[in-house]
């Protein structure tokens, strides 16, 4: 009897003992697990984001792994509902029944337990080119410099009902002059201040450089701050670079990179 006995307190001890470590490291375990957000943005770039930071996933088995989750996709800055998605040369996605959907616009999608609010906006002309001066000067850029592009986005991006200017300008892939030097800016105007985002100027190096683009304002933590994504293109098929920029203790900063 005295042995059963001892048995049955062992048996109860361990049960305990499993259930106290349980509690203490698994549970957290779980949350953290439960933490983990996938931003895919177009077909070159997979970003994990955990406990406050971001990885790029570079490799295909990495990528793969995501084959067949549930992703909230939107397309052109626009939600267009929840979808299964594959990877193969690129992103597919398909309904729950396995139906494929075509979306031929930009395209971009998450999974996480909280919203990824994504702002819509247009891209506009730049009628007043003070602050395109005043950059242009700052890096010894003449203020008669053609574009091959220059245009602003107007969004409120940080919540205080006050909307800001996103600039781009760039000569790069420039068809109709050749410039001694390749620039490529980014940069927002909030209250009359210049804050850089991007900013890359060098001499010119033709079909080699790439041609920066506002893709997506997005607020992937949920701070109610919109971060940006940067995308540079090659010319050819080469792909996408793909930048995340978070505005924190007021400058952009670059969090995570496709490259
Ligand atoms: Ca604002
Ligand atoms: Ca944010």
Redo the contacts with the bound molecule.
């Keep these: 009897m005295a042995s059963k006995k001892a048995y049955i307190i062992l048996i109860a001890i361990i049960v305990i003992f499993g259930l106290v470590m349980f509690v203490l490291f698994g549970v957290p375990n779980i949350k953290k697990e439960a933490m983990e957000s996938v931003l895919i943005v177009g077909d070159n770039t997979t970003w994990v984001y955990k406990e406050q930071k971001w990885t790029n996933q570079a490799s295909l088995v990495a990528i793969e792994q995501y084959n067949w989750r549930e992703f909230k996709v939107f397309e052109s800055n626009k939600e267009l509902g929840n979808y299964y998605l594959w990877h193969d040369d690129k992103w597919y996605a398909f309904k729950e029944d396995r139906e494929a959907i075509n979306i031929t616009g930009n395209f971009i999608a998450y999974d996480a337990n909280y919203e990824m609010k994504i702002l819509d906006y247009m891209e506009n002309e730049v009628d007043d080119m003070t602050y395109v001066y005043q950059v242009l000067e700052e890096n010894n850029l003449a203020r008669d410099s053609l574009f091959s592009s220059i245009y602003k986005v107007s969004v409120d991006f940080d919540g205080d009902s006050i909307v800001e200017d996103f600039y781009l300008i760039t000569n790069v892939f420039a068809l109709d002059f050749e410039p001694e030097e390749d620039f490529g800016i980014a940069f927002m105007v909030k209250n009359g201040e210049i804050y850089n985002i991007y900013n890359e100027v060098g001499v010119a190096v033709g079909l080699d450089n790439c041609k920066p683009y506002y893709n997506t304002f997005?607020?992937?933590?949920?701070?109610?701050?919109?971060?940006v994504i940067l995308s540079c293109g090659k010319y050819s098929t080469e792909g996408v670079i793909d930048r995340l920029y978070?505005?924190e203790d007021n400058q952009f900063k670059l969090m995570v990179s496709n490259q």
């Design positions: 997005i607020d992937t933590n949920n701070d109610g701050i919109y971060e978070q505005f």
